[in-house]
């Protein structure tokens, strides 16, 4: 019975609509259980072998000529995590959590998607890059199995929440309120300092992830939605899935002539809406959410879900 109450729990999250930060986690906790699951029982059965197979394909190489080999790994690694303990997973996704939770309401569920993915695919590309084109890099490659985790797309969603929205305010503990530029700024600068460490690749990654997250902000304010790509490949997957509705074409007679609303006008409305919109988000990177109005925080609201 308390499995069948777990398993609800978990299809009832991913099927609510615009959920996407708890699907992303759902997506990253299976993953861990499946591969640690296979872990166990291949090392009890002695077949080590096995599971190191299937790792493989979750790890990205470090390498080139072993990254060709199995160049789906640029985003399969963002979705696996060290199996040496429960802590790498466990504070990723409840970092994720936080700040997805900021993008999720003011600019919707395909956000969260779209900066996850980006941020992913920065991250994996900058760690290809640094180890095969930098020599202090290349000379520590041999040595490199590959790298796990979602780092990277977690460091994309905090500097977007923090781009976004900089003077929104989470409270700290032991700390209390702290500003979320700060608290972005304080992962993007341990990341930098990492850089040459034990974990160099995986910090890299971070940087990649973090430098992708501000930019997709910076070009959304400017009009341009860099995940509108992600977005569109997901629901062309998703259409070999669900059914296509059939359309039910009638004839109806011709209303009433009612008074139009001239093209001018229209055009009018729709720019003056964007134009609040875009004032809104000025005033909260410059003031933060909270100096906002209900009235605004609500056009906001209304304005993310379309």
Do not use: C
């Not at 690694?77 to 303990?85: D, K, M, N, T, V």
């Not at 900066?115 to 992913?120: E, K, S, T, V």
């Not at 702290?178 to 940087?207: C, D, E, Q, W």
């Not at 609303?261 to 005033?283: M, Y």
Request: hydrophobic share 50%.
């Amino acid at each position: 019975m308390m499995n069948n109450s777990i398993l609800d729990d978990f299809k009832n999250a991913w099927n609510k609509p615009n959920n996407a930060p708890a699907q992303l986690i759902i997506i990253n906790v299976v993953i861990f259980l499946v591969l640690g699951l296979l872990m166990v029982v291949s090392r009890v059965a002695g077949i080590d072998s096995v599971f190191q197979i299937v790792y493989n394909q979750f790890s990205i190489p470090p390498t080139l000529a072993e990254f060709i080999t199995r160049p789906w790994t640029i985003l399969t690694y963002a979705f696996a995590h060290s199996l040496s303990g429960i802590f790498h997973i466990l504070f990723n996704m409840m970092v994720f959590y936080w700040f997805s939770k900021l993008i999720l309401e003011f600019l919707g569920n395909n956000k969260v998607i779209s900066i996850y993915i980006l941020g992913a695919l920065a991250g994996g590309v900058a760690y290809l890059m640094v180890y095969n084109l930098i020599p202090f890099y290349q000379d520590q490659a041999p040595g490199i199995s590959g790298m796990v985790g979602a780092s990277a797309a977690v460091y994309a969603i905090v500097v977007a929440a923090a781009v976004f929205m900089p003077n929104y305010t989470f409270f700290m503990l032991f700390l209390g309120p702290v500003r979320i530029k700060y608290i972005a700024a304080f992962y993007v600068v341990v990341s930098f300092l990492g850089s040459t460490g034990g974990n160099a690749g995986g910090n890299i990654a971070h940087l990649g992830g973090a430098l992708i997250g501000w930019l997709y902000i910076s070009q959304l304010r400017s009009g341009t939605d860099l995940g509108a790509w992600i977005i569109g490949f997901i629901n062309w997957i998703k259409s070999f899935f669900v059914a296509t509705p059939k359309i039910k074409v009638t004839h109806r007679s011709a209303p009433k002539q009612s008074r139009p609303r001239t093209s001018a006008s229209a055009s009018s409305g729709g720019k003056t809406e964007q134009e609040e919109i875009d004032a809104i988000l000025d005033k909260i990177s410059h003031s933060g959410y909270d100096s906002l109005s209900k009235e605004e925080k609500q056009k906001l609201f209304n304005a993310s879900k379309k």
